[in-house]
Each structure stands twice: as C-alpha cells, then as structure tokens.
C-alpha cells in the first residue's frame, strides 16, 4: 500500500460537530493564533450582540452608526482546546476588513467600516485573560474596506484595493511598538480596469509567489505584480467563461501546495463565483445559478491557460482551505445569487473534498451535509488538529432570528474530514519531538510514532501558514513541502524524520507556521514552529 485514500466514497466522509450553539457573535472574519487560540469578530455597527462585555464595559463611541454606547462584545477570543470562549472589546467597526499575522505571532488587521476604514488593530497572543485589541486611529493612508493583505518576505504587509481604493500600501511596526502606513498610497490602475457596474474586484485575491511577486486575480483577470517595482510584469488569459469571481461575486481562490522535492512550478486553483449581473439580478427578484466551475492555472507555463473543471454542484461564497494531506476543501455558500444583503438561496451545506493529483473527473468527493446553512458573513480556517472551524453567517443587515428564510447565525461547529476517522489511526503519525525553531535551508529532524507504518517513501514534512478567513478569501494562507533527507527507524513505532528548512523567506514568509508530518496521506496533528 503507498497511499491510502481518506477522500473516496469508503463510508469514512468526515463527521460535523456543534460546538456551541451561539458564540454571541456572527464569526464575520477568523484567524488562529500560535497558542491555539481563535480571534473572531463580526462588525460594531448592527446594534449589540448577544454577548456582554465583561466588567460592565461599554464602547463609546460618537460616530457609530447605530449605537454611540453598546456594552456587548464584537470580537471573541476562542480556546481550541477547552472549548471556551470569552469576549473582546473592539472601538471602531471592523466591518469587511482585513489581516496578516507579524513575524512574531501579533495578528493585524486593518481597516474596516466609517471610523474604522482608517485604523489598524493588532492583538498580540497571549494566554491570560487580560490582552485585547490594540487600536491605532489613522494609521493607514487610505480607506481600507473589502481589501486584501498578504505578509511580505520583509516582514511587512502589504494592503491592497477595497472599495473605490485602486491603490495599495504598506503596513509596518517600528521599533516603539506603533503602527503605521510606510508611505502614501500607491496607484495600481489594474483595480481600476478590473472594476465593473457591480465592483466584483473587492477583496482582490493576493499571494506572494516563490519568485518575490504576487499574483493578484480580480474579477476575471490575473497578473504577476512586481510590488518592489510596481510594475505589472505578466498578465495571463481572462478566465474562462466570463464569470466574475470576486466579491459580490464570491468564488475563492488558493496557491496550491509548494513542494521543494521538485522543481518549483507554482500553481493557483478558484471555484465557484456568480454569474455576471448576478447583483443586478437580485434587485429584480432573480437568483442566478452561481458558477460550478473551477479552474487551476500554473504560473510559469510558457503559454498559461485555465484548466477547467467542473465541481458536483455550483457554489458562490464557499472558502477554500489547504488541508495537511494536499487535499483542499471547499465548504459553506450558496448555489444561487451572490454575496450581499438578502442576496443568495439555496445554501450549499455539503463539503467537497478535492484531489489535485487524481485523474480529471475523479477529484471531487461529496461530504455530509451540515445541518446549518452557512451563507453571507460566514467564514472556516484550518485548525491545529486537523478539523475545520466553521461558523458565521448573517445575511442581513442586523441580527435577525426571525421571520426571515436564512436567520443569523451565532453558532460554532467543527468540519472533521475523512482522514480524522478512527479507521486511519493506525497509520497516523504523532510527533513527539521536534525543534521550536526552523531556519531557512537549515536540516533539522523531528521524532513521530505510528502504530503501523509502512514505508519511508510515504513520508513528508509540511508547513501550513494559518490564514485570514473573510469573505471567502484565506489571505497569507500557503503550504510548502519541506525538501526530506532522511527517514530512519529509532524503534519498532517511532522514527526520525531529517528534513530542511525552507530555501528562501519568498518560498515562505517569516513567521508562525503549523508543522504536520504525514504518512500515507494521514497528517498528525499539527505543532507550532518559527519560521526565522
């Protein structure tokens, strides 16, 4: 046996769990901290939540639209491993914003809604009850609202387009602790042209290449972008089908796995999106079927072009996530409309899971169905163990229970793919030892055991870049397989894994990364390492 198979119709097709049935808030954005913590917030500006904030707290606050003084909680932090959660307190709305997480663990998230469009808030990790946001009023140069971050090799990070923004800038910390913008704004007119009669250019996707570029894709068009330069240096072929894929129009997209066993080609992955005019539609009382295709375009072709392929079911407003073993899952959305207000029908609660190395029409594998739809304002992200985090979902412009088709959404649940069943545990490796600590190009070594192990060549070492989860984009989320050396015996289940720290701060940013060791396609749990 080389490989065994923890996604085909085996009877073994991942397992939902509740696991509260409101967190108080609408989980509108996610990130997962290095000490297995979950940040989570919604948006200040819909009226109080249905949580408290603690002490008798209160935010003040003048310019909001709705409540000047609201003693609840828009933001909650959320421990993995006792499953709790307790309140944060965030000042100005954080409404349609957006992250990347420092070389140093501190999260920072930008921009926002009316007085928040201009701030950045940072939250450093920590494991009592006392952190919290830290908010710094007019520290970007612009608004930022439906924008895209992504960490730099430098540690910087860089904040692109939002609504009505064709420009980008950079965030950094300087040596006193403060944040700020580095400079003005810099235009970057391929926002401009990507922006339509419905925008369906926000929340541009963004990746940082392995050459140093980013790749950046809105609404059907995609380019290399040479930021240092500022200079767009390649433009590939519009997507097929003429679909729009950004927000309103929601598809997803993903860098796929970075393997340093082989000679580096990277590749991007997008699904789902809305038909075009599917905005416009709404407003007359149509929902249009969403898009069922995805198409993978790998960058360095001579003559790139869309490969396409159809998913079992369309889907507009699904995230995307790289899971440990190659596979990626599509989770959350609709079939029908687009994102927005009362905007989409026919929610999609059935996962896919997604092979990229099986033969064309035998990729995709259909999962149970969620019992709760998960639609506009939702949001999933990798965690730790494994297992998905799901939650969100709010639809309208303030907390509805009631009286409508899709209500607000305040529960947490869990997405536990095929390879977390109990049928695998005989092959799956747990580490028991490995460094804190990986420098680039640097061997290091790790200890894992497995009750059955099979053979070294079904061995690899990943590293997993927590992302950002809003609006169907998981910003900065990237793998890369580590170059091995060796896999030898220690004892009759464990063995010691020789492996080499990533070749270049391009190929991975500096940082926090979750290490997996997988055998056979079953992934241990993850152990956090720094990347330096």
Not at 204 to 231: E, M
Request: hydrophobic share 35%; with cysteine; net charge positive.
């Amino acid at each position: 046996m080389s490989q065994i198979s923890s996604s085909n119709s085996d009877g073994h097709q991942g397992e939902w769990r509740l696991l509260h049935e409101s967190i108080g808030i609408s989980a509108m954005h996610m990130q997962l901290l290095k000490n297995n913590k979950v940040v989570m917030f919604d948006r200040t500006d819909f009226g109080p939540s249905n949580l408290s904030l603690p002490g008798r707290r209160c935010r003040y606050d003048p310019n909001d639209t709705v409540l000047t003084k609201d003693c609840t909680a828009h933001s909650i932090l959320y421990d993995i491993r006792t499953n709790t959660f307790r309140p944060l307190m965030v000042q100005t709305d954080t409404w349609c914003s957006s992250g990347a997480v420092l070389p140093d663990g501190t999260l920072v998230q930008t921009g926002g809604y009316n007085d928040g469009d201009h701030v950045v808030r940072t939250l450093a990790p920590c494991n009592g009850e006392n952190c919290d946001w830290v908010e710094f009023p007019r520290a970007l140069s612009e608004r930022r609202w439906y924008a895209s971050n992504q960490i730099l090799p430098d540690g910087r990070i860089i904040i692109i387009g939002g609504r009505a923004q064709f420009n980008y800038e950079f965030y950094h910390r300087n040596s006193q602790g403060s944040s700020s913008s580095s400079h003005k704004a810099v235009w970057l007119n391929f926002l401009r042209e990507t922006r339509d009669d419905d925008e369906n250019n926000l929340y541009p996707f963004v990746h940082l290449l392995p050459d140093g570029n980013l790749f950046i894709f809105a609404n059907t068009r995609s380019v290399v972008f040479d930021y240092k330069q500022n200079r767009i240096i390649r433009e590939f072929p519009a997507i097929n089908g003429g679909d729009p894929r950004n927000y309103p129009s929601s598809g997803s997209l993903v860098l796929l796995p970075i393997d340093e066993n082989h000679p580096i080609e990277p590749e991007i992955m997008l699904c789902g999106g809305a038909s075009r005019n599917a905005f416009q539609l709404v407003k007359k009382g149509t929902f249009s079927r969403a898009a069922s295709t995805c198409g993978r375009l790998k960058i360095t072709d001579e003559q790139p072009s869309w490969k396409m392929e159809n998913m079992p079911m369309p889907r507009v407003m699904s995230d995307m996530l790289l899971l440990p073993n190659d596979d990626i899952i599509i989770i959350n959305g609709a079939s029908s409309g687009t994102a927005g207000w009362e905007s989409a029908r026919n929610p999609v609660t059935r996962p896919l899971i997604y092979n990229p190395h099986r033969e064309l029409k035998k990729r995709f594998s259909v999962m149970p169905a969620s019992p709760r739809p998960r639609l506009y304002h939702s949001a999933a992200i990798l965690l730790t163990d494994g297992r998905i985090l799901v939650g969100g979902s709010n639809p309208h412009i303030y907390y509805n229970f009631s009286g409508v088709d899709y209500p607000t959404d305040l529960s947490l649940e869990s997405f536990s793919p095929p390879y977390l069943a109990s049928v695998y545990d005989q092959y799956r490796p747990r580490i028991i030892e490995t460094d804190e600590v990986v420098h680039y190009t640097q061997s290091f070594s790790l200890r894992f055991t497995v009750p059955r192990f099979l053979k070294m060549s079904v061995v690899s070492v990943r590293l997993i870049l927590p992302s950002f989860t809003t609006h169907s984009f998981s910003m900065n989320q990237r793998m890369v397989v580590l170059k091995r050396i060796r896999v030898s015996r220690v004892t009759s289940n464990t063995y010691r894994v020789a492996a080499n720290g990533p070749s270049t701060r391009e190929i991975a940013p500096p940082g926090y990364y979750l290490l997996f060791v997988v055998h056979s396609g079953i992934p241990s749990s993850g152990m956090w390492i720094k990347l330096q």
